[in-house]
């Protein structure tokens, strides 16, 4: 497995608070995105997804919001917990294949 | 049912070896993809398999590096000769959806350090 960057850039929040993770893409083209969440040790895992018909969609505690106009992605996190420490990455189908983007490291503190 | 496998979970090696790492993806998942993450950066896409078949190795990033996937289920990527910047978490993916590469399901990856 794989223990995470040392040079992410790092978002702390409260726990109990909602969080927000941004992400810039590169494509205007691109039509997918996904949000991953990759916990020390483990290999990324699927969060939840939205095609570019679509603004926003919310899953369990999760919302993705998806501004193509300024090839903007957020995830929104409603009251966050400690079990949601870990890093997060968007990733863009640009039709051939993913492109993950940077990572955000999310800390709960208690 | 087993998620996507990797083996090795670590690989320690010296410049000039040969490395082979495997992963095994979820049972009837056609779709297999290698993925690396060198310390500090982003997740970079290696290649792509449908079955058998190299449907994208655009990533790969030299000849060093040659993957298979005979009989389209396991896949290995194999690393000859290593250098030092080949360090990092090798990441392998499945998914079932034909075409596009929608949810896909990530090994833990490989630790590969190159001394």
């Known amino acids: 497995g794989e223990s995470v960057g040392l040079h992410l850039p790092t978002l702390s929040v409260q726990e109990g608070d909602n969080s927000i993770i941004n992400c810039a893409y590169s494509?205007?083209?691109?039509?997918?995105f996904i949000w991953y969440k990759q916990e020390s040790g483990k290999g990324p895992q699927f969060i939840i997804d939205?095609?570019?018909?679509?603004d926003k969609r919310q899953g369990q505690r999760v919302t993705v919001l998806l501004n193509k106009t300024v090839k903007h992605l957020s995830l929104q996190i409603a009251a966050t917990q400690p079990g949601d420490s870990a890093v997060y990455f968007c990733?863009?189908?640009?039709?051939?294949?993913?492109?993950f983007g940077p990572g955000t490291r999310l800390s709960v503190l208690p | 049912e087993a998620g996507v496998t990797q083996f090795p979970s670590h690989s320690v090696i010296e410049k000039g070896q040969t490395v082979t790492l495997r992963c095994d993806p979820i049972?009837?998942?056609?779709?297999l993809y290698w993925y690396r993450r060198v310390m500090g950066k982003e997740i970079k896409f290696l290649l792509h398999?449908?079955?058998?078949?190299?449907?994208?190795e655009s990533g790969m990033p030299n000849n060093r590096f040659l993957a298979e996937r005979t009989g389209g289920t396991y896949s290995t990527l194999k690393v000859q000769p290593a250098e030092l910047e080949d360090s990092g978490v090798y990441f392998c993916?499945?998914?079932?959806?034909?075409?596009?590469?929608?949810?896909?399901?990530f090994g833990p990856g490989t630790r590969l350090t190159v001394t």
């Open positions: 990733a863009e189908n640009n039709g051939q294949n993913f492109v």
């Open positions: 494509n205007s083209a691109s039509d997918y």
């Open positions: 049972s009837g998942h056609d779709n």
């Open positions: 398999f449908v079955k058998e078949s190299k449907q994208d």
């Open positions: 993916a499945s998914s079932q959806e034909l075409g596009r590469a929608y949810e896909q399901y």
């Open positions: 939205i095609r570019s018909n679509m």
